[in-house]
Each structure stands twice: as C-alpha cells, then as structure tokens.
C-alpha cells in the first residue's frame, strides 16, 4: 500500500463525490492520484504515506501541484503518518494529515516540520476516528483553503 490505502479511504468514505484514480503512466507526469467531483467542485487529491516526518513528493509531483494553485486549481496532499513504535519512533501512530497542494515544495523539502504541524486544516489523530465531514467540507471549500490551526 504505497498510498497508505488513503484512496480506498476517500474513496469509499466520501460517497456524494464522483471519483476518477488517475494512473500518472498515461497522463502527463505528475498529476496526482484522483481527481473528485462533488456538486459542481472539482479537486485533486495525492495520496502518501509515511513512517516518518517527511512526505515523498517527486519533483514532477510539485511542479503540477504549485501550476495548478497559481492557476487558482483546488489541489490537496492527504498523508498517512502510521507506524507501530519503537524505542527510535516513539509510541503508535496512524495519522491523517491534509495539506494544501500550493504546500508541495515546503512538504518535500521539510516533511511535517515542527511548524507545519499546526498548519492543515484537516489532522486526526486517530485514522480509525476519521470525521469524514470534517474532510469533505475542507475538500469542498469554495476556493483552495489557506492553512488553518486545528480547531479553528
């Protein structure tokens, strides 16, 4: 599960949406995983997984995420941070994270930094646990959303 199973997540949780999964093979480089369409929003969605801090994004990946943001494109980076623990890991986690896709470049270059941890507007602690209206309702939002702090 390269993706973490994230795809199957969105989509099989996030029914009102009409998904497309993009195989990038016969596409242009770079374009992310699925593309989702719900009452007239389009958006685009890549999938990671991590054990870590840091998010594996190609540089082809970030290129198409920052043209399409400047193009005013609503795009998203959705992260799984799931690992079993250790002495070098810490305790158990399996984590959702969703970022802006305008944030490609700072991801790839600095993962889930410390001051990035308070940046997505979508962060569950627990995978299990996900409020799935919480992450349509972000998906969803009338333009591509600015970071905001958990709970506001």
Not at 27 to 55: H, L, M, Q, Y
Request: overall charge positive.
């Amino acid at each position: 599960m390269i993706d973490g199973g994230l795809r199957k997540l969105f989509h099989s949780k996030l029914r009102g949406f009409h998904w497309q999964t993009i195989e990038s093979g016969l596409t242009g480089r770079g374009v992310p995983d699925s593309n989702f369409c719900g009452n007239g929003i389009e958006g685009w969605v890549e999938f990671k997984k991590t054990a870590v801090w840091a998010v594996g994004l190609r540089p082809e990946q970030i290129g198409w995420h920052l043209k399409r943001a400047r193009a005013g494109g609503r795009t998203f980076i959705a992260v799984r941070r799931i690992h079993e623990g250790g002495p070098r890991k810490g305790p158990p986690v399996d984590q959702l994270w969703i970022f802006p896709g305008r944030m490609a470049e700072e991801l790839a270059t600095t993962g889930i930094a410390e001051e990035h941890r308070n940046i997505p507007s979508v962060f569950m602690d627990d995978i299990k646990r996900i409020n799935w209206v919480k992450v349509q309702s972000y998906l969803m939002a009338t333009k591509n959303p600015e970071p905001k702090t958990p709970g506001q």
